[in-house]
C-alpha cells in the first residue's frame, strides 16, 4: 500500500526524509516524518504538507514533497522548504495529501504543536531573505565542529 493510500484511510504515515530541502529541521537518516491526512481548510502559514509535485520538468513532475506553507491564498498554496530561498508554487490543494504532525528520531517523536518548535519554525520562515547567508555561516561552522 502506498502513501496516499494510507492517509486516505486517515492512517498515520512514519517515512524516511531524503533530501536537505527540509534541514535544518528534518535531516536525513537522521529524521523521519510522520504524516497524517489532513482538511485543507485549516491548514495555515509554517505548516508542513505533504504534497505531489506537478512540475513542466519530467524529473520533477508526480513526486511527493514534504514543505512547509509560506503563503495561503483562499485554496491555493506557495511552498517554501526550509533551507531553499525560492517558493515554489501556485500549489492547488488537490495536490496537498498530508500534514507533518511529528519528527521522529530514533525512540523519541516530537509534535510539530510543541510551542518551541512552532517559534523556531516561525522565526526561520520569517528569515526567508537572509538564509543564503545563514547558511553559508552554518556550513562555514560545520566545517570546525
Not at 528534518?26 to 505533504?50: K, M, T
Amino acid at each position: 500500500m502506498n502513501i496516499e493510500e494510507l492517509l486516505e484511510q486517515k492512517k498515520a504515515v512514519q517515512v524516511k526524509t531524503t533530501g536537505n530541502s527540509m534541514t535544518p529541521f528534518l535531516i536525513p537518516g537522521i529524521h523521519e516524518a510522520v504524516i497524517e491526512s489532513v482538511d485543507v481548510s485549516i491548514l495555515r502559514r509554517g505548516d508542513v504538507v505533504l504534497y505531489r509535485r506537478i512540475s513542466d520538468m519530467e524529473s520533477e513532475s508526480g513526486k511527493l514533497v514534504l514543505h512547509r506553507i509560506w503563503k495561503r491564498r483562499g485554496d491555493t498554496f506557495y511552498m517554501l522548504g526550509d533551507s531553499q530561498t525560492e517558493p515554489e508554487g501556485p500549489i492547488v490543494a488537490e495536490q496537498i495529501k498530508g500534514r507533518l504532525e511529528g519528527i521522529a528520531r530514533e525512540e523519541n517523536c516530537r509534535s510539530v504543536r510543541d510551542p518551541l518548535y512552532r517559534i523556531l519554525s516561525g522565526i526561520w520562515l520569517t528569515l526567508r531573505p537572509f538564509r543564503p547567508v545563514l547558511l553559508r555561516i552554518g556550513h562555514f561552522i560545520k566545517k570546525f565542529t
